[in-house]
């Protein structure tokens, strides 16, 4: 359920999904489930199917084709060299969790670009709708020395099954991705970088290979047993709070003046085929981007107006 605060009406929308990530090496068993599954599913409204085989950790880096340098010119390919160590971060300048991960790209090789020279390569790939927003926020940040392309035409999200931001890829010496996943799993890059170019192997979480990912009666991490005929409650109430807020003076004059401005309830249900089990997970988005002061009034009142068993996630990004 999508309040939109700047607007009048409140949007509900359901979808099954049936999704499952495999190694690349099961490309043929993906294909032939989609085909099959597109003929059963054909009419009806709200069914997603994603199930595919896609390169991660363990693969051979296959070459992004088709991204823009964001100061202009033709599309290119990024090709690896052996010898080098890359890290791609696929992010962009309205997601404010993006901000801090490529900054950090920044400060590393402020620090360490003498060091690394030219065998150390960090590449952003900007998924923003055009490129004109990311030169002015890379020149405001300071973010020169990071290779910023813009995604364009480019389908290497789907190539490398980037759902979301921020996302990066850690491609080491001989061109294996070595790690795919949020830069936060990552705790020191730095030590990644130093010991991927000294030809040793990283390891931890999001380095091994996709296999069998998922083929277990283990629960999904934050998905757990839920009353979901009182949730779903709660998010059918919703509509009536979302019309308040959209009807609020306070929330309108504040939600008129920022880029973005959502109040979202998201209730996620999850079948596990090995045991039978329905978790879920219940979440109140709230995306508050543009000036500071427009943020601090709607705060409030969204904390007074929206209340409920979710779990809230606060997403602003302050812009003066």
């Known amino acids: 359920m999508v309040c939109p605060l700047a607007a009048d009406k409140v949007i509900g929308k359901s979808t099954m999904i049936v999704a499952k990530d495999l190694p690349s090496t099961k490309a043929a068993e993906a294909k032939k489930f989609n085909e099959e ?13 994603d199930v595919k085989a896609q390169f991660g950790a363990g693969d051979q880096y296959d070459t992004i084709t088709g991204v823009v340098p964001i100061n202009g010119g033709d599309p290119i390919n990024l090709e690896h060299k052996e010898g080098e160590v890359w890290l791609i971060d696929f992010w962009a300048t309205w997601c404010p969790p993006c901000q801090a991960p490529m900054a950090h ?26 490129a004109e927003p990311v030169v002015k926020h890379v020149e405001a940040k300071g973010w020169a020395d990071v290779e910023h392309y813009h995604r364009a035409g480019s389908s290497c999200s789907n190539q490398y099954g980037i759902k979301g931001v921020p996302h990066v890829i850690l491609v080491d010496t001989k061109g294996k991705i070595v790690y795919k996943g949020h830069p936060a799993q990552r705790k020191d890059l730095e030590a990644d970088f130093d010991t991927l170019l000294k030809g040793e192997a990283i390891t931890g979480e999001g380095t091994a290979p996709a296999e069998g990912a998922g083929d277990s009666a283990e629960a999904d991490p934050g998905f757990s047993a839920l009353d979901f005929a009182a949730v779903n409650k709660e998010v059918d109430d919703f509509e009536e709070v979302g019309k308040a807020l959209q009807q609020d003076p306070k929330v309108q004059e504040a939600a008129k003046t920022l880029m973005r401005a959502f109040c979202v309830y998201l209730l ?16 109140n988005y709230r995306v508050l981007v543009g000036p500071s002061a427009s943020i601090d009034a709607i705060k409030p009142i969204l904390e007074e107006k929206v209340k409920g068993s979710f779990q809230v996630v606060m997403q602003e990004h302050p812009m003066g």
């Open 105 to 130: 790209n920044q400060e590393m090789l402020t620090k360490r670009k003498a060091d690394w020279g030219d065998k150390l390569r960090i590449i952003g790939i900007s998924i923003d709708q055009t």
């Open 268 to 283: 996620r249900e999850k079948f596990n085929p090995f045991t039978g089990d329905t978790t879920g997970k219940f979440e």
């Open 37 to 49: 599954v597109k003929e059963i599913t054909k009419g009806i409204q709200g069914v997603e199917i």
